[in-house]
């Protein structure tokens, strides 16, 4: 059974998950641990347990999501995956990094690209790719039908929804990616979002705002 494991990293609050089972593999999505203790937290974590990271996934590539990737990738000497049209906003990250305090932000390279209708697959564990742009161009979230849950990234939120005023952003674009792949999983599906806390499809469909 997949465990999802979550650390609140980086001023931005950012939702940073571990993902693991019973054969001890592992995977990372989103990882924007920065300064060494909150890169101390999540290694700390993975030899407490005696895991075995295999892969570091991105839903998206905003600042806040990819702060820690290259200090794990070295960690681990792992593969960091993400959507090809998410590669430009990765690219630049270095631009504005140090107007936002991340001096030290070290860009990683890409080790291969993701999309739609693939899967993720660590241990015994399966992730279906979705594709949900409008908050980033190469937004994407990974579903997990034996345990009931979405990593959804920053497209849907507790009584909210991810920011469209960012480059690459579009609210018509988010609002269709939400319905279209996000509303159409089951009702009792939880949603581990990027930032705050989580919530299900059926909550979000009859209590979110945007949705009324
Ligand atoms: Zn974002
Ligand atoms: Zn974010």
């Known amino acids: 059974m997949v465990q999802v494991q979550t650390f609140v990293f980086n001023p931005f609050s950012e939702n940073t998950y571990l993902l693991y089972d019973e054969t001890g593999e592992a995977i990372i999505i989103d990882p924007g641990c920065y300064d060494r203790s909150e890169v101390n937290e999540l290694t700390d974590f993975v030899q407490q347990h005696g895991l075995k990271p295999v892969q570091i996934v991105n839903t998206h590539a905003h600042i806040d999501h990819v702060l820690g990737v290259a200090a794990l990738k070295r960690k681990y000497g792992i ?118 806390e989580p919530t299900t499809i059926g909550f979000e469909k009859r209590n979110n705002p945007f949705f009324k």
């Open 79 to 196: 593969p960091f995956v993400l959507h090809k049209l998410d590669e430009p906003l990765l690219k630049a990250v270095k631009t504005y990094a140090s107007n936002y305090g991340f001096s030290a932000f070290e860009e990683p390279e890409i080790d291969g690209f993701i999309k739609e209708g693939e899967t993720i697959e660590f241990g015994n564990t399966s992730l279906k790719i979705i594709f949900v742009p409008g908050h980033a161009p190469g937004h994407v979230a990974l579903v997990n039908d034996a345990e009931k849950f979405v990593i959804g990234g920053d497209v849907l939120f507790r009584m909210s929804i991810g920011r469209t005023d960012l480059p690459g952003g579009d609210h018509t674009t988010l609002l269709r990616s939400i319905r279209k792949e996000m509303f159409t999983l089951p009702d009792d599906y939880t949603v581990y979002a990027g930032h705050m």
